[in-house]
């Protein structure tokens, strides 16, 4: 009998998967509603895109070149949130240098052509799930675009403490 040579290539037999142990609970998941039927009316000029998979994420579309984006995340524990600013930003008045500087401070304030916002909704600490969307969208990031955020918003009331059920910052 001849001893295997150790420069073989090893065997192509795949490794055996890895089982979860039986003492393991199931993993969390939530079973959510289609995101087409909880996904926000917004106002006009905005516009709903359709998508090729409408139960898992939405899109909105704006003359300007903006868009937002929704996705539920694996196992429906949240719900990713993103608006991207459009290809232009206001043109720069002609006027005074104080009226000039003033416009290029709101052009530098807002969220840069191209550049993403984000903000994710927990969907285990929501009450009413259409409703925080909603108000998510429209609360956090349409503003983003005049008025980006510079800090994270870690909670929402003033009487007691309660689990926050956003989170938010720029992605890119």
């Known amino acids: 009998m001849t001893e295997p040579d150790p420069f073989d290539r090893p065997g192509t037999t795949p490794a055996p998967r890895r089982r979860r142990p039986a003492f393991a609970g199931p993993c969390d998941e939530i079973d959510l ?21 409408p139960g898992r994420t939405a899109a909105y579309q704006h003359p300007d070149g903006h868009r937002i984006g929704l996705r539920v995340q694996p196992r429906g524990l949240a719900i990713q949130t993103w608006i991207t600013a459009g290809p232009h930003l206001p043109p720069i008045p002609d ?3 104080i009226e000039q500087a003033e416009a290029q401070a709101a052009n530098d ?9 984000h903000a994710a909704l927990t969907t285990r600490t929501s009450g009413a799930l259409a ?42």
């Open 131 to 172: 409703a925080d969307l909603g108000d998510l969208v429209r609360d956090r990031l349409i503003p983003a675009l005049t008025r980006k955020p510079k800090h994270v918003t870690t909670s929402t009331s003033t009487d007691e403490p309660q689990p926050d059920a956003t989170t938010e910052g720029p992605a890119t």
């Open 109 to 117: 304030a807002r969220l840069q052509p191209g550049r993403t916002w």
């Open 95 to 97: 006027g005074t240098y």
């Open 33 to 53: 509603p289609p995101l087409d039927h909880i996904a926000p009316t917004l106002d006009p000029p905005w516009r709903k895109e359709d998508t090729d998979t």
